[in-house]
Structures are given as C-alpha cells and as structure tokens.
C-alpha cells in the first residue's frame, strides 16, 4: 500500500482555558503535523481568494444561490473546483449528493446549512474544501472498504486539514471572513466543528472528537458572549449561528455520553448552553437541534450531576443531598409535557415528529441517571422492570421518527444507543440491532455505535447492562467514541 496510507495518528487536543488556549493547541497540532510530514500524506496548502473582501463576497453572498441542488452544484463551477483531480472529484460529489444530507439532524429556513454555506465557502478557501473532500472521502471510505485508495485520499485531506488549521491559529494566513480577531476566531471553530464532523463520518473510535470539541470551547464561548451583538460583518452572522448550534449539539451530548476510555475527561458545560433562545436569531436554526430545546435546557444540569456522582464514586462516598437531587431531577424529567416542548415555523418539523423525539431523549436520560446513582442497577428486579416498561412505551415511538423518514431520525443515535444498552428481552434486542445497522448508507459513527451495543449484548459480565455497563464494555475494547 502506498506510504500515503499508513495511519495519521489522531489529533490529540489538550483540555484548554481561555488563557492557555493557543499554547496547547499549538502543542496538539505540532505533534499531530509531525506525524503527517512522516506519512508524506499532506501537501501545501493554498487559498484561491486570498484577498478578504474578494473571499467574504463569494463565500457569504448567499441570497443569490439556488436552493435546489442540481442548479448550486452548476453554479458553483468556478474557484477551487477548478483544481479537482480525477481522484478527488468523487468525493466533492459524495459529500454534495450523499452526505451533506446525512449531516443535517433537521429542517431550516435556509435549507441545509452544509450545502448553502459549507460549499461556497469550499469554493473560496482551499482549506474549507480539504475538510468538505475529507469529510466525503471518510464516507465513501466507510461505505466502500474494500478499497483502499480511499482511505488513501481522506487521510491526505485530513492531514493538510490539520496543517491548515495550525496556520491559521499562529500565523496571518488569509482568514476568508476577513481580519478581525472575530473574523480569525469563527475561521478557526469552522475548521474545528468541520474536523469534529470529520471524525463521526469516519467512526473514530479514539476519541479525537472529545479533544477537537474542548479546543473548539475557547472559540465558542467567545462567539456566544457577543451573540446579542451587531456582528463585525453582518455577511458572517450566519456562519456564526450555523457553528454555535453544531457546537451545541456535539457539547450537550458529548457530556452525557459513556466516555469509554475518555471517562476521565468531561466535556464541560459553559452557561450560554443552558437555554438554547440564543439560536432563535439565526434562519438557520433546527437544522441540528430541531426539537425539544426545553428539554436539551435540561442537560447541563444532567451532566453536572453525572460527573459528582462519577467523583462521588472515586472517593468511595455517597451522599443524601446528591441523591435527592437525582430524585428531583427524575422527577422534572417526567412532568415535561413533550408535546409542548417544540419549535415553531414553517420550516420546522411536524409538532408530532418533534415530541416523539422529545419523549425518547428524554427516556434515555432518565436511563442514565438511573444507571449512574445505581452501581447495582442490573441487580435490581424492580428497576429493571421499570426500565424494561419504559423501553415498551417508548419503542413505538423511536419507530414512527424512523419511518416517517423525517430528518429527527439522525438525531436517534444518541438515545438509541442508550436504551439499547438497557435491553435484556430477546424482542427489544431485536428491534434495537435492527434500527442501528438499517441503514446502508450510514456514516462510521453510526456502525462504531452498533458494534460497541453488539459487544455489550454479548458479554457475558452481568455488569454489562444499562450506560454503565456500555461504559465498562468500551473501556475494556479500548474505545471512545461520540454518539452524536
């Protein structure tokens, strides 16, 4: 196999402050580089626009382009299209047919956010195209294994992705935004949320995604702190609405996943998370969190008490006033009415499709608390009993947001994979095992997800049972991965 094709160790990124931000993501990068330059799997990188204004014109002038997908991908037959190859053709085409449609969780007022801002954005800066190529050859990868020049060609993008990204982080390389600190700082998230889709095409099973999403916090948290603000560039706020909610998404889960060999290393919650109101702003708002803001409201107080618990049992202590806070919080779970909780507009999905979602995320929270203040959960007949009624009542519904084939349904790995944890009884296996491996065209992140259930279902460890036990499964096959 041609050098190209050895492994680029995955980027390790360390959890950074505002203050040591930049140091440590220098370090990151500076090791992950060094592994590419060994490989010979990058090239230079080069922006077609490097003048600023000229960029921010062709890559924000979005009023103008067709919403249709035959008519963009004509129009966009200029800048960093022209030097495609023969090889690297195919996997533009496989994000724009295939995959930027798997990446949107929802329905938007500016249709799919991947397509009308990622591309023109691609077309303009050479960078953002390494990531899009990388992005569709991970999928084609994924989807044909069997031929390895492919991982070839996602690997080459990746590592001139990641040396890119080093530039633009402690160099003056052309930002496309323009050169602002703000301009700079939303260039560097986009490369960072990008490099975090990345690696759930992919199905990265290290990690990579926790520490690209702990590098990305320093840049969010700026962002989000001037979201009530007049943008430097109007042409850019929604760049930084389409970021802030992919970033949302990926932090809010991340931080109620089974780490796996990450366990150690939450993902921490920042305030801005706790009500998503801010989104409402931007047109493009729902084409990841689409439904049940009410509840995802709900998360960072979740994940606050997950990680005590989790410290609770290092120390080898246990304490009433946690516990009544659990009970209390089960408590507020249940008494959400979801049928209330869902976003209006005309582009938004059907209120129907939006409260299913909400009522099967929010059993696969209360799963998880229960699994989290019950060491000996799979223990306890009477829990299960409960839990095995709660996976009865909430199973119809997880099959009516898959066949109504509404764009919800790819937001189901995450509680998917949690109630399908909790399943003992032959039939709630079944029905799990064939929702997570129905889909032929899912991308790595979906299968990764099926195999660490499959391997849970076949342990034969009675701790194997619930979020806990999915934990200590991938902990012991030497996996970490995101669910989102």
Same mark, same amino acid.
């Given at each position: 196999?041609?050098?190209?094709?050895?492994?680029?160790?995955?980027?390790?990124?360390?959890?950074?402050?505002?203050?040591t931000a930049s140091k440590d993501t220098h370090d990151a990068l500076s090791n992950q580089t060094a592994t590419s330059e060994s490989t010979g799997s990058f090239q230079h990188h080069t922006t077609l626009l490097s003048d600023p204004e000229a960029a921010v014109?062709?890559?924000?002038?979005?009023?103008?382009?067709?919403?249709?997908?035959?008519?963009?991908?004509?129009?966009?037959?200029?800048?960093?299209?022209?030097?495609?190859?023969?090889?690297?053709?195919?996997?533009?085409?496989?994000?724009?047919?295939?995959?930027?449609?798997?990446?949107?969780?929802?329905?938007?007022?500016?249709?799919?956010?991947?397509?009308?801002?990622?591309?023109?954005?691609?077309?303009?800066?050479?960078?953002?195209?390494?990531?899009?190529?990388?992005?569709?050859?991970?999928?084609?990868?994924? &989807?044909? %294994?069997?031929?390895?020049? #492919? *991982?070839? +060609?996602?690997?080459?993008?990746?590592?001139?992705?990641?040396? @890119?990204?080093?530039?633009?982080?402690?160099?003056?390389?052309?930002?496309?935004?323009?050169?602002?600190?703000?301009?700079?700082?939303?260039?560097?998230?986009?490369?960072?949320?990008?490099?975090?889709?990345?690696?759930?095409v992919q199905g990265d099973n290290s990690g990579a995604v926790y520490h690209h999403i702990r590098a990305s916090r320093h840049y969010a948290m700026d962002l989000a702190v001037d979201t009530h603000k007049p943008s430097s560039s109007k042409k850019t706020e929604?760049?930084?609405?389409?970021?802030?909610?992919?970033?949302?998404?990926?932090?809010?889960?991340?931080?109620?996943?089974?780490?796996?060999?990450?366990?150690?290393?939450?993902?921490? &919650?920042? %305030?801005?998370?706790?009500? #998503? *109101?801010? +989104?409402?702003?931007?047109?493009?708002?729902?084409?990841?969190? @689409?439904?049940?803001?009410?509840?995802?409201?709900?998360?960072?107080?979740?994940?606050?008490?997950?990680?005590?618990?989790?410290?609770?049992?290092?120390?080898?202590?246990?304490?009433?006033?946690?516990?009544?806070?659990?009970?209390?919080?089960?408590?507020?779970?249940?008494?959400?009415?979801?049928?209330?909780?869902?976003?209006?507009?005309?582009?938004?999905?059907?209120?129907?499709?939006?409260?299913?979602?909400?009522?099967?995320?929010?059993?696969?929270?209360?799963?998880?608390?229960?699994?989290?203040?019950?060491?000996?959960?799979?223990?306890?007949?009477?829990?299960?009993?409960?839990?095995?009624?709660?996976?009865?009542?909430? &199973?119809?519904?997880?099959?009516?947001?898959?066949?109504?084939?509404?764009?919800?349904?790819?937001?189901?790995?995450?509680? @998917?994979?949690?109630?399908?944890?909790?399943?003992?009884?032959?039939?709630?296996?079944?029905?799990?095992?064939?929702?997570?491996?129905s889909n032929p065209r899912s991308p790595g992140g979906v299968r990764e997800a099926a195999k660490a259930v499959e391997l849970l279902w076949q342990d034969d460890d009675p701790r194997a049972y619930g979020p806990r036990g999915l934990n200590m499964v991938m902990?012991?096959?030497?996996?970490?991965?995101?669910?989102?």
């Amino acid at each position: 196999m041609p050098q190209e094709a050895e492994e680029v160790r995955e980027c390790i990124w360390p959890v950074s402050t505002e203050d040591t931000a930049s140091k440590d993501t220098h370090d990151a990068l500076s090791n992950q580089t060094a592994t590419s330059e060994s490989t010979g799997s990058f090239q230079h990188h080069t922006t077609l626009l490097s003048d600023p204004e000229a960029a921010v014109l062709a890559t924000t002038s979005l009023s103008g382009v067709p919403k249709d997908s035959s008519s963009l991908r004509t129009s966009l037959t200029f800048g960093t299209l022209s030097n495609l190859t023969s090889t690297s053709r195919p996997l533009y085409d496989q994000y724009f047919h295939m995959t930027a449609e798997l990446l949107a969780r929802g329905s938007s007022a500016d249709g799919n956010p991947f397509i009308t801002y990622v591309l023109p954005l691609a077309v303009s800066d050479g960078l953002v195209m390494d990531s899009v190529l990388a992005i569709g050859g991970a999928h084609m990868a994924v &989807l044909e %294994p069997d031929r390895p020049q #492919l *991982e070839v +060609l996602k690997r080459r993008h990746y590592a001139r992705l990641l040396e @890119g990204l080093q530039k633009a982080i402690f160099t003056d390389t052309a930002c496309p935004f323009g050169q602002s600190d703000e301009d700079k700082k939303l260039y560097i998230l986009l490369l960072l949320i990008l490099l975090s889709v990345f690696e759930g095409v992919q199905g990265d099973n290290s990690g990579a995604v926790y520490h690209h999403i702990r590098a990305s916090r320093h840049y969010a948290m700026d962002l989000a702190v001037d979201t009530h603000k007049p943008s430097s560039s109007k042409k850019t706020e929604h760049i930084r609405g389409f970021l802030l909610e992919i970033y949302a998404m990926f932090a809010l889960k991340l931080s109620v996943t089974p780490r796996g060999l990450q366990e150690d290393n939450p993902v921490m &919650l920042d %305030p801005f998370l706790g009500s #998503l *109101e801010f +989104l409402s702003q931007y047109k493009s708002r729902g084409f990841m969190l @689409g439904f049940g803001h009410g509840l995802f409201a709900m998360i960072p107080e979740t994940s606050s008490l997950l990680e005590k618990r989790r410290i609770e049992e290092l120390r080898k202590s246990k304490s009433d006033d946690l516990f009544e806070s659990y009970e209390s919080l089960l408590e507020k779970l249940d008494s959400l009415d979801p049928s209330s909780d869902f976003l209006e507009g005309e582009d938004a999905c059907a209120h129907y499709q939006q409260s299913s979602a909400v009522a099967i995320y929010r059993t696969a929270l209360v799963l998880i608390l229960h699994s989290a203040f019950h060491e000996d959960l799979y223990k306890s007949a009477e829990l299960i009993a409960e839990v095995e009624l709660r996976i009865d009542k909430i &199973l119809p519904l997880c099959w009516a947001v898959y066949a109504s084939k509404s764009p919800l349904r790819r937001m189901m790995l995450w509680p @998917g994979s949690i109630l399908a944890s909790c399943c003992r009884k032959p039939e709630h296996v079944h029905a799990f095992r064939l929702g997570l491996n129905s889909n032929p065209r899912s991308p790595g992140g979906v299968r990764e997800a099926a195999k660490a259930v499959e391997l849970l279902w076949q342990d034969d460890d009675p701790r194997a049972y619930g979020p806990r036990g999915l934990n200590m499964v991938m902990k012991k096959h030497g996996l970490s991965f995101s669910m989102c």
